[in-house]
């Protein structure tokens, strides 16, 4: 009887402490989808520049995946000095998927990676690859990937685009969302 007490208190406890834990997330959560979508995206185009739960590029089977690690770039803003990471690029029936994954970000800001069409020791990885050379210089038309760094500084995300780059889109540079001249890191594939 006094057991059975203790554990309707103990569960009243927890189920209290959920209940306000859940609703604060709620919160939260809607106010961080509310912030993404006022890019003026909806959630197709917000699904273009990455999904954090999609398969990343390197599990995907029957693709041919090609990896790069990331090294800093002189351009880097201040405070970036520990940044470091890896991407990976697959391309198979699907497409092209490509996933980033970095450490040493500051956390909670949020980071954009372009493929670019250049090597990283040249000009930095130069231009943003294209698939129509001169056309758009947003998604589908460029792979971009947005991702927020996580409070260890951790970030990472992946986005598949429906065509495939070949060996075109030979690097990928991570800049700050908010800065996207600045180029923090670059990495090129192992072709
Ligand atoms: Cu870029």
Redo the contacts with the bound molecule.
């Keep these: 009887m006094a057991l059975g007490a203790l554990l309707a208190t103990t569960l009243t406890v927890l189920l209290t402490g959920c209940g306000g834990d859940s609703a604060g997330h709620a919160s939260a959560h809607s106010g961080a989808s509310a912030s993404s979508s006022s890019h003026g995206m909806d959630g197709m185009s917000d699904k273009m520049m990455g999904d954090p739960s999609a398969t990343p590029a390197y599990k995907l089977s029957g693709a041919t995946v090609v990896k790069g690690t990331f090294t800093l770039l002189d351009t880097r803003p201040p405070g970036m000095n520990d940044v470091k990471g890896t991407a990976w690029l697959a391309q198979g029936t699907k497409g092209t998927t490509v996933t980033v994954s970095l450490t040493g970000l500051k956390p909670g800001h949020v980071y954009?990676?372009?493929l670019?069409a250049q090597h990283c020791a040249d000009d930095n990885?130069g231009s943003?690859f294209q698939f129509d050379k001169g056309g758009a210089t947003t998604p589908p038309n460029e792979i971009h990937l947005m991702f927020t760094a996580d409070k260890s500084g951790m970030g990472m995300t992946t986005v598949t685009n429906s065509r495939k780059t070949g060996k075109d889109a030979v690097a990928i540079?991570v800049?700050p969302n908010e800065a996207?001249d600045n180029?923090i890191a670059c990495a090129d594939f192992d072709f």
């Design positions: 954009m990676a372009h670019h990885g943003h540079v800049h996207q180029r």
